[in-house]
């Protein structure tokens, strides 16, 4: 088959792009958009949510549309789908471009499969926004620009009016792009008014478009003056030491960003030498398509910080296709000088690119420090299973996929509202907030930056007792309760008229973080001579009575916060007891508990007479 090279190498792509799709959960911007575009109604996204954000009305209509088609936005994998399928098209674009530009089959193929191998069009694949797909198309629509230059036909309008038009109105940075059609255009058709008119005027059409939405949407609403924009700011450097090894590579690249911008930097000028000899039009077409963009988000930039790669993601195909023509270039001279097909020495001069991008993609895949989300699903899973209605949720991080992931019985909100807001007024929050509920669970970490991080647990650790510590795959999560605790006129268990148990509360499942959690109510009766601690110890069940200790905890009443010799008599307290349960066996347990001297190790006696009292016994495991 004539095309089946081409065929396999989208295959390939295409297999990257959905392998692990949705092993990593929702980012927090992947998150609003699945519920404030996909999942919410167009006359709402568009009539609310888009004046407050910086996106085109075609974004929020292809969300629609795609929540539509598969039916909801439960399942991860498919709503990434959608950027994964409308990036490998990218693959058939460069490969038709760079086949347009220099006649040459197997230069379009080896761009195909750096496309299908590109880090950065991958990560972009693989989330729910408009960036993969736009991506995939925007070189497509380069591809059928370059076309129409060459062929004038019908065809040829239509199918860029189309496409080129589609994209022009997904991103507000892809005009960028449209310019660089146009620069070629009047390069290679200076002479023809007609034709230079006929596309100035339908390109004037696709920027009116996009002015109109911005007017409508952004504009009217007084957004587009107050946008600061949520990315940095414009920096000459960063060109060189974020832009070009991004775009070439990738964002997880597991080295030194600055000297591998420099030494691509390099590579790239000298390919650009080699292309502009070699292939003077594919020059042309390729240094627009790569400069323009950078320069308009470097002009934007001036006024919003906005100055971030993904944004100029339609600079990575000129960058590949450079790299591809001026590498067979410089091997069809270098073909003197060795017994090798220029072909061969074509791809052993694109080698270090395919070597580094697999480390990249390698990174990206199975790197923890490049994962692009915390976990956000198991920090769901654990509170849904936990929480009841009589629970607060308190989201630190403002994130939006919290709220994806989040399906819990107790009522949540995000505190602190951001990084600006007052200590006094989050203090303030809680005390109006937290009287109306038995316990309040806060998760997350507040972003990095933030002026007033630990605002919230030092409130409620100082008004109220944790009783929860752990973590959900490293997302922290705590609980508070109240620090009084009801009495009781018929305790559990007495210990030598020093104190009493008045109830308990164990949860045998455990923590994430491998851990059982078991909360004691105590009273105490009267003042001991020496400081006493408590045991609590769990043994193993076997058939013929208890196998042995396997785990268990000793500790000062309330982690040292009271003294037996001083405590209050007239104020039960409650003591948290973490019992590790890492690594035990499936089976059934039963825990017992105590009281000892901590200076001569002698236990307290129970009514009983007996030194420990036996709390419950439980199934570990399956």
């Known amino acids: 088959m004539r ?31 699945v519920q404030y575009w996909a999942d919410t109604p167009l006359a709402i996204s568009l009539g609310e949510i888009a004046q407050g954000e910086p996106h085109t009305p075609l974004v929020y209509a292809v969300a629609r549309a795609w929540r539509m088609i598969i039916g909801g936005v439960d399942s991860v994998f498919a709503l990434r789908y959608l950027a994964a399928l409308g990036n490998i098209i990218g693959a058939a674009g460069i490969w038709a471009l760079g086949w347009r530009l220099t006649g040459e089959r197997r230069i379009g193929l080896v761009a195909a499969l750096l496309w299908a191998l590109h880090p950065y069009e991958i990560w972009h694949s693989q989330e729910f926004r408009n960036y993969g797909y736009w991506a995939g198309l ?29 994209c022009a109105l997904t991103i507000y940075t892809e005009p960028f792009t449209t310019l660089a059609v146009a620069g070629y255009a009047f390069l290679h058709r200076r002479k023809d008014g007609r034709f230079l008119r006929r596309l100035l005027a339908l390109q004037t059409l696709f920027a009116a478009l996009l002015v109109i939405g911005f007017a409508l949407l952004q504009v009217r609403s ?11 700011a414009f920096s000459l450097p960063d060109y060189v030491t974020v832009f070009v090894p991004t775009l070439t590579l990738g964002s997880s690249i597991p080295l030194d960003q600055a000297a591998l911008g420099m030494a691509i930097s390099l590579w790239l000028v000298a390919a650009a030498a080699i292309v502009r000899r070699y292939r003077r039009r594919a020059f042309h077409l390729l240094v627009l398509a790569a400069v323009l963009p950078l320069l308009g988000l470097g002009l934007a930039s001036q006024f919003w910080d906005l100055f971030h790669p993904r944004y100029v993601l339609s600079v990575a195909p000129a960058i590949v296709l450079l790299l591809v023509i001026g590498s067979f270039g410089l091997a069809d001279w270098l073909q003197g000088w060795f017994r090798l097909d220029s072909s061969v020495l074509a791809l052993l001069l694109l080698s270090p690119w395919v070597a580094l991008a697999a480390q990249t993609l390698d990174a990206h895949y199975n790197n923890a420090v490049f994962r692009k989300a915390p976990a956000w699903d198991a920090l769901g899973a654990f509170l849904n299973e936990r929480v009841s209605e009589r629970d607060l949720v308190i989201q630190l991080a403002g994130d939006a996929a919290f709220g994806y992931y989040y399906r819990g019985a107790a009522p949540d909100i995000g505190l602190p509202v951001n990084g600006d807001q007052s200590i006094a007024d989050i203090q303030a929050s809680l005390q109006d907030l937290v009287g109306d509920y038995e316990s309040v669970y806060v998760a997350a970490r507040e972003q990095a930056g933030w002026s007033n991080a630990g605002a919230v647990d030092a409130w409620l650790g100082e008004q109220w007792q944790e009783v929860l510590r752990s973590h959900a795959d490293g997302m922290p999560v705590r609980q508070y309760r109240s ?6 006129d018929a305790p559990l268990v007495n210990f030598a008229g020093l104190v009493s148990l008045l109830r308990y509360e164990f949860h045998p499942k455990p923590l994430p973080s491998g851990e059982w959690l ?11 001579a020496r400081a006493l601690k408590t045991f609590v110890h769990v043994y193993a069940v076997g058939e013929t009575g208890l196998d042995g200790l396997t785990t268990q905890a000793d500790q000062v009443p309330q982690a040292g916060g009271l003294d037996s010799r001083e405590w209050n008599l007239q104020s039960p307290f409650r003591d948290v007891v973490y019992l590790p349960a890492d690594g035990l066996a499936a089976g059934n347990y039963e825990i017992h508990l105590g009281w000892y001297d901590e200076a001569t190790g002698r236990r307290l006696q129970t009514e009983q007479g007996a030194d420990i009292h036996t709390l419950l016994r439980f199934q570990h495991g399956d």
């Open 518 to 528: 078991l909360w004691l109510d105590w009273q105490p009766r009267a003042h001991s």
């Open 138 to 166: 925007s070189v497509t629509s380069l591809w059928l620009g370059a076309r129409l230059v060459e062929r004038d036909t019908r065809a040829d309008w239509l199918a860029y009016a189309l496409i080129g038009g589609f």
């Open 483 to 488: 620090r009084q605790v009801e009495a009781s």
């Open 222 to 232: 007084g957004y587009a003056q107050t946008y600061p924009g949520l990315q940095p």
């Open 3 to 33: 095309h089946l090279p081409l065929i396999l190498i989208c295959l390939l792509g295409f297999s990257l792009r959905l392998h692990m799709l949705d092993d990593v959960p929702l980012r927090g911007d992947e998150a609003f958009s």
